[in-house]
């Protein structure tokens, strides 16, 4: 099969390799579409812990074609999304549904192959129908959309609240779409520039600003003038989280979902201290898949949109060039396959 593959860091190409076989417990997947995401940048630039060589990809939809145990053969021919991690399922952590914190976990796209190929192998536990009216472009995007889906869950969101989100990347977009679909009010949009923000007011984000351009504080008094109920960090960038911390209500939450890039960051206490903030961590998806195909099967998420670039695997150098550039009105890249 064809396959996107990172030799080592800052080195990849496309090669053909063997379809894999899934072992018990696993499926094969033949891969529809796979989107690229900014964090597969990180592990071919070796900033992520990564198994190499490696076929990048986490957010993908595809069709089971094999199972690797006969009580998994329900799933050939099914239309799929999934869970990328890869667990025990035996563990007091995996018992309670936290899978993350199993001392096994590997993830599908870091520590395992991923869906920069035509099949990719997952575990059919993981695994959730993709409803024939949910496209697999769509279906490949519940992953992203799955991380605002948790992050919003972890801060304790709720219909009404005001609601400022840090970044208009794609998960930043992930967290108007999410947001706006349980019924927050008054939702702003923060990039550092335009580039993105038209998307964002297309979305219905109540505001957007661009901080290049002005005084964030000054005109969030004007949209929040008692600070904002749950801010959501989606850049990971140290002035972002500072600005955060200054324009949460007392007594707010702050979500941090953005990649701090492994850099240590200088934070004013006394922003969290004296105002009783509550600042959580809330990476990756937390198994929100099927929560978030639920929310595209009934209409209330459309996010579609966010395939801005159409390409095959022979296009990876142009889609990874892309996500790395992020030209005005681009949001994703995604392989069809």
């Not at 991923?114 to 409803?131: F, Q």
């Not at 898949?289 to 159409?310: P, Q, S, W």
Request: charged content about 25%.
């Amino acid at each position: 099969m064809k396959a996107v593959v990172i030799k080592e860091p800052g080195k990849v190409s496309l090669q053909q390799v063997e379809i894999p076989k899934p072992q018990p417990g696993f499926v094969l997947v033949k891969v529809k579409a796979a989107a690229i995401c900014a964090t597969d940048l990180e592990v071919l630039d070796g900033n992520i812990s990564a198994n190499y060589p490696l076929i990048p990809g986490h957010e993908w939809s595809g069709i089971v074609e094999a199972a690797g145990s006969f009580e998994d053969q329900y799933w050939i021919g099914k239309r799929v999304i999934g869970s990328n991690d890869v667990v025990c399922l035996k563990c007091e952590a995996c018992r309670s549904g936290n899978w993350r914190y199993c001392k096994e976990f590997e993830e599908i796209g870091f520590k395992r192959n991923g869906a920069y190929a035509e099949y990719v192998v997952v575990p059919s536990y993981g695994l959730c129908e993709l409803p024939e009216k949910v496209s697999f472009i769509q279906g490949a995007f519940c992953e992203p959309l799955g991380v605002a889906l948790g992050t919003l869950e972890k801060a304790e969101a709720k219909f009404g609240d005001t609601c400022l989100i840090m970044g208009a990347g794609s998960i930043g977009l992930c967290m108007l779409a999410a947001a706006k679909a349980m019924g927050m009010k008054k939702i702003v949009v923060c990039a550092s520039t335009e580039k993105r923000l038209k998307i964002a007011r297309e979305m219905g984000a109540y505001a957007t600003i661009a901080t290049n351009n002005c005084n964030l504080q000054e005109e969030m008094k004007k949209i929040h003038p008692g600070g904002t109920d749950v801010i959501i960090d989606a850049t990971g960038i140290e002035s972002c989280i500072q600005q955060c911390l200054k324009l949460a209500r007392k007594g707010g939450t702050v979500a941090l979902a953005g990649y701090g890039r492994g850099k240590i960051m200088n934070i004013r206490m006394d922003d969290i201290h004296i105002n009783n903030l509550r600042v959580i961590g809330a990476g990756n998806n937390w198994n929100q898949h099927k929560k978030a195909v639920n929310l595209m099967e009934d209409g209330l998420v459309n996010i579609e949109h966010f395939a801005t670039n159409l390409l095959s695997l022979e296009e990876y150098e142009k889609g990874l060039e892309l996500a790395r550039k992020r030209p005005e009105g681009f949001v994703k890249a995604v392989f069809l396959l």
